[in-house]
């Protein structure tokens, strides 16, 4: 069954990496950018002042830590432990795999720390947001989508590299999202009394 899924996930990942042209080379590298997103940062930080305020003393933090957490995470829980090599190295699929300037990072890709990330900040400030913003703020979840299938176009991993990283950084974005909640909800009471 797990050679199956495996060979799935290899096909799946051929389509997709193979789907390339010039446009969408330049497209999704910066798409995988760290500073790519910038913008998009900003305007969550004024959209989150506006939605809850005050509260923004123990969202922040909350964010730091819990990208540190994915992003670490990924890598030592996961990367460092399954040991899959990325498709850019995996030595049956090298010749087949299109990557952009021969970037192709690390060793191995499982699970990918883009998807985990951005997932986990989704999940985390949508919970935020839904309350103000209703249906409009599950385009959100655009953001982490965008960014993890520019890491399988680009070669750096597998669809089920990504899809793994979304389903534990949604975990993670859910449970801060409670520990922050009752954070807030401590010191309101606090204040309260």
Request: with cysteine.
């Amino acid at each position: 069954m797990l050679e199956y899924l495996l060979q799935i996930d290899r096909e799946l990942f051929l389509i997709i990496n193979g789907c390339n042209s010039e446009f969408a080379d330049k497209l999704m590298i910066f798409i995988s950018g760290k500073f790519s997103w910038i913008p998009f940062y900003i305007f969550l930080l004024y959209v989150m002042i506006k939605s809850v305020g005050r509260n923004m003393m123990y969202v922040i933090p909350a964010v730091l830590i819990l990208i540190t957490i994915c992003d670490q995470g990924s890598v030592l829980l996961f990367k460092n432990i399954f040991q899959r090599l990325r498709p850019c190295h995996e030595e049956s699929l090298k010749e087949l795999v299109h990557t952009v300037d021969g970037n192709c990072g690390g060793d191995f890709g499982f699970i990918s720390s883009h998807a985990a990330n951005t997932m986990s900040l989704s999940v985390f400030l949508f919970l935020f947001l839904k309350k103000k913003f209703g249906t409009i703020s599950f385009l959100i979840f655009l953001f982490p989508f965008i960014v993890s299938y520019s890491r399988v176009y680009l070669g750096t991993h597998y669809p089920g590299d990504v899809l793994c990283g979304m389903v534990l950084g949604g975990l993670i974005g859910y449970l801060f999202y409670l520990v922050t909640i009752w954070i807030i909800h401590l010191e309101k009471d606090k204040h309260n009394k």
